[in-house]
């Protein structure tokens, strides 16, 4: 057994002020105003394990992944995705899904934080990351690469709905599937028991997966050929069917500049940010760890500290990173609160998260499972 006192704790939902948390057998067997412990947080906060819900675990956050990966065998690159995820557990974030692997890795990693993994994207041929072996064409083959995901025990359905900034001769404006397709997925998907998230930039793609009834849309930048223009009438849309927009952010400075493009856009970009909080679609947040320096895995405090920065009211950034991520991750039953009978993934803080969100860089304690790490 073990005890652990906070002066102060948020449970996923709300503040509360001198907790003691009890932990047995790797679960919360209570939560508990006052009384002493054997470890003491002090004036630290404990929050519940932070969940980020896109990253890429097999992406080294290097100059150049796609190259690093390719050229990894599978033993190999199943060290790195080790690495990668041993990373996001030291910034406190306990739990990962993992939106495009290859070969199904991320499915064999134990012993780090969770990994709610997607195996390989369903792509086009030769579409976004198809690299990661997840090429289809026409409906059967799309229905019989849900059902594959399925048997070989994935957490989630990812299917690239446009293209992508990562992937040369790809249109992250344009979509690259039908209507029609991305129902099949997302039907084949849902009778399967799996949620789907759609990789969307341009406005097409983002309409075909509110259309197709996917359960989250990434990125949602509104790209178009050479700018972003935030449909306002579709936001509504996606806020009025309760569609979950994964909201791209967290980025630590580097030597470089980021791609010219995104530089250039990156004013738009914000503001599109801003439109989706202010339309009050619901949102969680997904790094994209993993697809390039300025994304190192374990990035997920910056994005919180960088929405605030832009807007988005602090409480409602911690609970969209704890108990709205387990939700829509289907662990919320588990994960994302501390109240009993939920895992004891733990990240204690130093400082306020509330009136400061960098305090969620300045982790004290980790436990994952009620194992300190
Ligand atoms: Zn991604």
């Known amino acids: ?23 047995v057998d790797g679960r919360v067997t209570e939560v508990a105003r006052g009384g002493s412990a054997r470890v003491d947080l002090g004036g630290a906060t404990l929050l519940p394990g932070l969940v980020d819900c896109h990253v890429h675990l097999a992406f080294d956050a290097g100059p150049d992944p796609i190259a690093r990966l390719t050229a990894a065998g599978d033993e190999e690159l199943l060290e790195l995705m080790r690495e990668s995820a041993a990373r996001h557990l030291a910034a406190g974030v306990t739990t990962v899904r993992d939106l495009g692997d290859r070969g199904f890795l991320a499915l064999r990693l134990t012993g780090g934080p969770e990994v709610l993994a997607a195996g390989p994207p369903i792509t086009t041929v030769r579409g976004h990351c198809w690299w990661l072996g997840g090429e289809v064409s026409g409906e059967a083959e799309i229905r019989e ?30 979509a690259q599937f039908t209507l029609a397709e991305a129902r099949a997925a997302a039907e ?34 509104f790209l178009t050929a050479d700018s972003v223009e935030t449909d306002f009438d579709l936001l509504g849309k996606l806020a009025g069917a309760g569609t979950v927009v994964s ?40 790094t994209d760890a993993g697809v390039g320096p300025p994304k190192p895995h374990g990035v997920l405090p910056h994005a ?41 993934d733990l990240v204690a803080v130093d400082g306020d998260p509330l009136t400061d969100p960098s305090a969620l860089l300045r982790p004290v304690a980790v436990y994952r499972a009620g194992r300190a790490t």
Do not use: W
């Open 247 to 286: 909201v791209t952010a967290g980025v630590v400075p580097v030597g470089g500049p980021p791609p010219p493009r995104i530089v250039a856009l990156l004013p738009k970009l914000i503001a599109n940010m801003q439109a989706l909080y202010s339309c009050g679609v619901p949102f969680v947040i997904g």
């Open 1 to 23: 057994m073990l005890t652990i006192r906070a002066g102060r704790l948020f449970d996923g939902h709300d503040f509360l002020e001198d907790q003691v948390v009890t932990v």
């Open 145 to 174: 690469a849900v059902r594959e995901r399925a048997r070989r025990g994935t957490h989630v359905v990812k299917m690239m709905l446009t293209g992508g900034e990562m992937t040369e001769g790809t249109h992250s404006h344009l």
């Open 304 to 344: 919180v500290e960088q929405l605030a920065g832009i807007g988005y009211a602090p409480l409602d950034l911690l609970r969209a990173v704890t108990s709205v991520a387990a939700r829509v991750c289907r662990v919320g039953d588990r994960k994302g609160r501390i109240r009993p009978g939920y895992d004891a």
């Open 188 to 221: 084949e998907a849902h009778a399967l028991g799996l949620p789907i998230a759609g990789h969307a930039h341009g406005r097409p793609g983002v309409a075909i997966a509110l259309e197709a009834g996917f359960d989250t849309v990434e990125h949602c930048s």
